[in-house]
C-alpha cells in the first residue's frame, strides 16, 4: 500500500488552531452531544454576535453537560435577544474616552491601544461586544492614535487591547512596540489577553522576545473565569513567560451560571497560583446589552467575597471592582 503524505501541521502552529475554531455553535454542540433546545440555542443571537470557539478550548468543556461553564461563556442563547433596561452597547464609556482613533484615556497615567477587532474566542458577556471596530483599528488609525500618543507625555503605561492584541502576528506586534518604546515618557507596557488560555500555542519564542526584548517593562494581564480553563496545556505554555519573569496577573469576570459560586471562584485562585498567576481583579459584568442573563447582583457578590477571604491567603483574593463610565478608576466593591 502507498503511504500518502499527509499536509504537515505543527503542533504549535497557532495561527492554524486560529483557522480551525469552530464557527458554528452547531459544530460545538456536535462535539458536546447536546441538543440546540436542550441548551437554548439563539440563531438570533449568533448573528447579533458571531459565535467563535477555538478547538483547544472547546476541548476542555465537558461531554453532554449542558451547564458546563465554559459551554455557557461562549453560547448565544435566547436571553440575548431580549432588551434590558440598562443594559446598553457601550457600558463603560469607551467612545467618550476616545482621544484618537483606537486610544482610549479614561485613567491617570495609562491609555489604552485598539490594537485590533480580531478575538480567538467570542465571550458572549464581552462589554466591547458592540463597539465600532472599523472606525478605530487598522493602520492609518494605529499612526494616528500612536501621533496622539506621542504628544500626550503623563502617559507611562501603555495597554495593548482590542479585541485580542495577540490575534496579531509577532513581527507587527514587536514592530509596534518598537514605536512605542520610541516614546521616552513610556516605561510600561501591558499586554490584555485571552489568547494564551484559549490556543495555548500563541505562546511563541517570537513572542517572548518581543515582550523582553524592549526598554519597557511588560506585564501581562489575562482573562479567566474557571479553573477548567486552565488545563496543563495552558499552565505548560505560561512557563516561558514566567521563565523570562514577566509578571501574570488574571482579571475574570463574576458570571451568574459560570462562577458564581465560591467553590469555583476558589479553585480559579488556587489554579491560577499553579499556573504561576496572581488573580488580580474580580470585575462585576459590565452592563452590556445581550449580557443581562450573566449579571450577579452586588450583595451576592459581596457575599462571595467574604466567603474567599475566609478560605484564601489574602494574595490570592482579587479585588472585586466595577467599571463606571467616566470615573478616574475601577471602583472597588466594598
Ligand atoms: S477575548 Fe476579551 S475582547 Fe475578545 S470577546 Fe472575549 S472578552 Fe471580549
Same mark, same amino acid.
Given at each position: 500500500?502507498?503511504? /500518502?503524505?499527509?499536509?504537515?501541521?505543527?503542533?504549535?502552529?497557532?495561527?492554524?488552531?486560529?483557522?480551525?475554531?469552530?464557527? &458554528?455553535p452547531a459544530?460545538l454542540l456536535?462535539?458536546l452531544?447536546l441538543r440546540p433546545a436542550e441548551v437554548g440555542l439563539s440563531?438570533?443571537?449568533?448573528?447579533?454576535?458571531?459565535?467563535?470557539?477555538?478547538?483547544?478550548?472547546?476541548?476542555?468543556?465537558?461531554?453532554?453537560d449542558p451547564h458546563d #461553564?465554559?459551554l455557557r461563556?461562549?453560547l448565544p442563547v435566547h436571553?440575548?435577544?431580549?432588551?434590558?433596561?440598562?443594559?446598553?452597547?457601550?457600558?463603560?464609556?469607551?467612545?467618550?474616552?476616545?482621544?484618537?482613533?483606537?486610544?482610549?484615556?479614561?485613567?491617570?497615567?495609562?491609555?489604552?491601544?485598539?490594537?485590533?477587532?480580531?478575538?480567538?474566542?467570542?465571550?458572549?458577556?464581552?462589554?466591547?461586544?458592540?463597539?465600532?471596530?472599523?472606525?478605530?483599528?487598522?493602520?492609518?488609525?494605529?499612526?494616528?492614535?500612536?501621533?496622539?500618543?506621542?504628544?500626550?507625555?503623563?502617559?507611562?503605561?501603555?495597554?495593548?487591547?482590542?479585541?485580542?492584541?495577540?490575534?496579531?502576528?509577532?513581527?507587527?506586534?514587536?514592530?509596534?512596540?518598537?514605536?512605542?518604546?520610541?516614546?521616552?515618557?513610556?516605561?510600561?507596557? /501591558?499586554?490584555?489577553?485571552?489568547?494564551?488560555?484559549?490556543? #495555548?500555542?500563541?505562546?511563541?519564542?517570537?513572542?517572548?522576545?518581543?515582550?523582553?526584548?524592549? &526598554?519597557?517593562?511588560?506585564?501581562?494581564?489575562?482573562?479567566?473565569?474557571?479553573?477548567?480553563?486552565?488545563?496543563?496545556?495552558?499552565?505548560?505554555?505560561?512557563?516561558?513567560?514566567?521563565?523570562?519573569?514577566?509578571?501574570?496577573?488574571?482579571?475574570?469576570?463574576?458570571? /451568574?451560571?459560570?462562577?458564581?459560586?465560591?467553590?469555583?471562584?476558589?479553585?480559579?485562585?488556587?489554579?491560577?497560583?499553579?499556573?504561576?498567576?496572581?488573580?488580580?481583579?474580580?470585575?462585576?459584568?459590565?452592563?452590556?446589552?445581550?449580557?443581562?442573563?450573566?449579571?450577579?447582583?452586588?450583595? &451576592?457578590?459581596?457575599?462571595?467575597?467574604?466567603?474567599?477571604?475566609?478560605?484564601?491567603?489574602?494574595?490570592?483574593?482579587?479585588?472585586?471592582?466595577?467599571?463606571?463610565?467616566?470615573?478616574?478608576?475601577?471602583?472597588?466593591?466594598?
Open positions: 500500500m502507498i503511504a /500518502r503524505s499527509q499536509p504537515k501541521i505543527e503542533p504549535a502552529d497557532w495561527q492554524h488552531e486560529v483557522r480551525e475554531s469552530l464557527a &458554528r459544530a456536535e462535539l452531544g440563531d438570533a443571537a449568533a448573528a447579533d454576535f458571531p459565535f467563535r470557539v477555538p478547538r483547544p478550548f472547546a476541548a476542555r468543556m465537558r461531554v453532554g #461553564p465554559l461563556q461562549v436571553e440575548e435577544t431580549r432588551a434590558r433596561a440598562g443594559f446598553v452597547a457601550d457600558p463603560v464609556g469607551d467612545l467618550i474616552a476616545e482621544r484618537a482613533p483606537g486610544l482610549l484615556h479614561k485613567y491617570r497615567g495609562r491609555a489604552l491601544l485598539l490594537t485590533t477587532g480580531a478575538c480567538a474566542v467570542h465571550c458572549r458577556y464581552c462589554f466591547r461586544r458592540a463597539f465600532p471596530y472599523s472606525d478605530s483599528v487598522g493602520t492609518a488609525r494605529l499612526d494616528a492614535a500612536l501621533q496622539a500618543l506621542a504628544g500626550m507625555p503623563d502617559i507611562d503605561e501603555v495597554i495593548l487591547s482590542g479585541g485580542d492584541p495577540l490575534s496579531l502576528r509577532d513581527e507587527r506586534l514587536a514592530a509596534l512596540v518598537q514605536r512605542l518604546a520610541a516614546l521616552p515618557h513610556l516605561q510600561r507596557l /501591558r499586554v490584555h489577553t485571552r489568547l494564551p488560555v484559549t490556543i #495555548p500555542s500563541r505562546i511563541t519564542p517570537a513572542l517572548v522576545d518581543w515582550l523582553t526584548g524592549t &526598554r519597557l517593562k511588560p506585564v501581562i494581564v489575562l482573562h479567566v473565569n474557571h479553573a477548567q480553563e486552565l488545563d496543563d496545556t495552558v499552565a505548560t505554555a505560561l512557563a516561558p513567560l514566567r521563565a523570562a519573569g514577566i509578571p501574570l496577573l488574571n482579571q475574570a469576570v463574576l458570571l /451568574r451560571g459560570v462562577n458564581d459560586h465560591a467553590g469555583a471562584l476558589l479553585a480559579l485562585s488556587l489554579r491560577l497560583f499553579d499556573c504561576g498567576v496572581l488573580p488580580y481583579y474580580l470585575h462585576l459584568l459590565d452592563r452590556v446589552q445581550g449580557a443581562a442573563h450573566f449579571a450577579v447582583g452586588q450583595a &451576592r457578590a459581596r457575599a462571595l467575597m467574604r466567603e474567599l477571604r475566609a478560605g484564601l491567603p489574602g494574595y490570592l483574593v482579587p479585588k472585586l471592582v466595577r467599571e463606571i463610565a467616566g470615573e478616574t478608576g475601577k471602583t472597588p466593591v466594598a
